[in-house]
Structure formats: C-alpha cells, structure tokens
Nanobody, 127 residues
Framework: QVQLVESGGGLVQPGGSLRLSCAAS????????IGWFRQAPGKEREGVSC????????YYADSVKGRFTISRDNARNTMSLQMNSLKPEDTAVYYC????????????????????WGQGTQVTVSS
C-alpha cells in the first residue's frame, strides 16, 4: 500500500526558512520521480519541485527557483524540500506526490500531477 506522509510545515515570517519532509512507504523511492505540489486558497494546485530519485534530476517551478531545494534519501525512502527566503505568496498546503511511473521524469510529474498523494502540510508565511 502506497503511503506518503508529509511533515515540517508551520508558520514562518517572510524571509525565513522551513524544511518539509516526505516519508514514503509501499514502494521503492529510487525507481520513481517524486515531488512537491502546493495549493493556496482559491488557486489551482501547482507543481513546485520534483526529482527523479534514480539520478537526482530535478525540476523547479520558476516561482521557487533559487529559493527551494529538493533532495531525496533513497536508503531511507524519504524526500525533503528546503525552503529559504520564504514569501507570503508561498503560503499554501504542500503535498508530496508520485505517479509511480518507472524512471519517470520530474518535469512530467510536476506538470502532470501525481496519482498518489500525501495528506498535506500547511505552510504559512506571515509577519
């Protein structure tokens, strides 16, 4: 049974940092792409950053390039998102997701969405 469990959200001031983590179970992370999506109130869900776990190839949305860094630990079946220089517009519920396409690409995942989702974690950037 595929499970994705996010952690690490919270309230942070503009310019601050947060680190999100995603613990995966029920599949071997190293064979697939996995990524982070977010959805703010009244807005569509967007792919923030995705990574192909086998080789570390990454994709970032333009809005987060240079501020966010995605990484994975295949041995622990976990993925993380380091978020720096946070802005109020980064406020959203952040979801971990994968589409379980064998050796699938990160851009394809981030632009197309995943079939397997975590429950989400709230990130609020506010003074």
């Amino acid at each position: 049974q595929v499970q994705l469990v996010e952690s690490g959200g919270g309230l942070v001031q503009p310019g601050g940092s947060l680190r999100l983590s995603c613990a995966a179970s029920g599949f071997t992370l190293g064979n697939y792409a996995i990524g982070w999506f977010r959805q703010a109130p009244g807005k569509e869900r967007e792919g923030v950053s995705c990574i192909r776990s086998s080789d570390g190839i990454t994709y970032y949305a333009d809005s987060v390039k240079g501020r966010f860094t995605i990484s994975r630990d295949n041995a622990r079946n976990t993925m993380s998102l380091q978020m720096n220089s946070l802005k109020p517009e980064d406020t959203a519920v952040y979801y971990c997701a994968t589409d379980l396409t064998l050796y699938g690409g990160p851009e394809r995942l981030c632009l197309g969405g995943g079939g397997y989702w975590g429950q989400g974690t709230q990130v609020t950037v506010s003074s």
